[in-house]
């Protein structure tokens, strides 16, 4: 069985219970290392993470280290980097011994394609002030300026700033879908279908919302919610992907 995931925001300082839900995570992930060949984890599964040389930020153990069982185990654990997340680089691959992935993925399971990112500049080409932004948290020259900086300041300058964008969310209120002629990335996967028809499946994190779009006959996009309030997650048997829900303990569609 595969499993799909994302956007854990795990730290996050403008949300509660973040022990909580980090323990929920991974109560999730334990329930299914016997059955998981693979866990693809779609980006934003931390707030905010910054590698230093020898310093990373504190916290996330419960995490890191049931990630390191699964990979122990010879489960496949594949990180893909979130707008929230970027600045990871070894230390994940290193000590927890996942497939590090800083673009969208094309993979082949079970004679099915795939399409997998996180989501964050795709499609969504108007947003000016998203894309300044992206630009400057993905410049090496900014990143090295910002590794000049003392841990305790930068991870806290790193944590306030991410809190600061929750809050903002939480005022404005999450966007609701917008329809396929409008939605970002059901714009980009219809357009990025056309000159590569043997996708099957598009999986995205990002936007904190569930949708499971037909794009074709033989064609579907999943946004796969995420784990701050839906606790949602996709699962593929070699036959069929389907959109579920963790309920502690049990899942229902």
Known sequence: MIYFLSDAHLGCRALRWN???????????????????????????????FEYRYVVPKGHVRFLGKIAELTDRGVEVHFFI??????????????CGVIMHYKPYTVEIEGKVFYMAHGDGLGDEGDKKF???????????????FYLLHPDWSVRLGL???ANSRRKHEREGQPEYKGEENE????YSKNYLKSHP????????????????????ECRMLILGDWVDKFTFATFDGEQLVLQRYLEGETRP
């Open 19 to 49: 022990r909580t839900r980090e323990r929920r995570l991974v109560r999730f992930l334990d329930s299914i290392k016997t059955k998981a060949s693979a866990v693809y984890l779609l980006g934003d599964m931390f707030d905010y993470w």
């Open 82 to 95: 979130g707008n929230h997340d970027i600045w990871c680089h070894n230390y994940l691959k290193r000590e």
């Open 131 to 145: 894309h300044f932004l992206r630009r400057l948290f993905h410049s090496r020259l900014c990143q090295r300026a």
């Open 160 to 162: 306030k700033w991410a």
């Open 184 to 187: 970002p990335l059901v714009v």
């Open 198 to 217: 043997e996708i099957n499946y598009f999986l995205y994190g990002h936007r904190h919302i569930e949708l499971d779009l037909p794009l074709g006959d």
